[in-house]
């Protein structure tokens, strides 16, 4: 499967923006997120059943609507969301006031490479229309799973991905390496998946939308 180590930096602003939001496009970036995600975050989230009392990571957290969602929905947990970008995190906060003001939520700056927690720390950890974004993403999944707790979940969710029928997915195949991004077929989301160490290895697909779910669960076998 793919294995990007480095990566050109961003060359348009179009680009810069939806990696790394900054300034007042960047903050305008994170509201069209916001809105134009929401329907394809409940369609993802739907596949993955979660508990009051739930710890939750979003990787990416970009406008933080994910966030509010998965709050809403671990009403005696605690969830986390993280960002590399400052815009992000300033967004992210801002739609989430309320749950953190009530030590529901907590918002960090940090990249999906080196996340600020310990080990198996999370029952769900989730990535909205991120991970193609993602530096080096066979040891950024590898990340992940070392802070996913054993019997927690990953669930990657994408509105492109190689094979899709959709326009914009077929643009971001045609595209993508120029672009940066690290676009994964359905087989390929699940052999990422499985590589990494999780099991129970789930792909959902609206291949005419886009759409995808690629969910694992962490398993006490040791990482190889």
Known sequence: MPTITTRRPPSTPIQTQCQKPKGWLGRYTLWRMNMSHSKLTDWGLSHVSIAPDFTILDVG????????????????GKVYGVDFSDASVAASTKTNARWIAAGRVEIREASVSQLPFADATFDLVTAVETHFWWPNLPAD????????????????IAEVYKGASSMASKLFEKHGARLGVTLLSADEHRELL???GFSNVQIIEERAKGWISALGKKTDRPLT
């Open 194 to 196: 499985s590589s990494t």
């Open 141 to 156: 999944m590898r990340e992940v799973f070392r802070v996913t707790r054993p019997g927690g979940t990953v669930i990657l």
């Open 61 to 76: 957290c970009g406008g933080g609507r994910t966030v509010s969602k998965l709050a809403a929905l671990a009403t005696q």
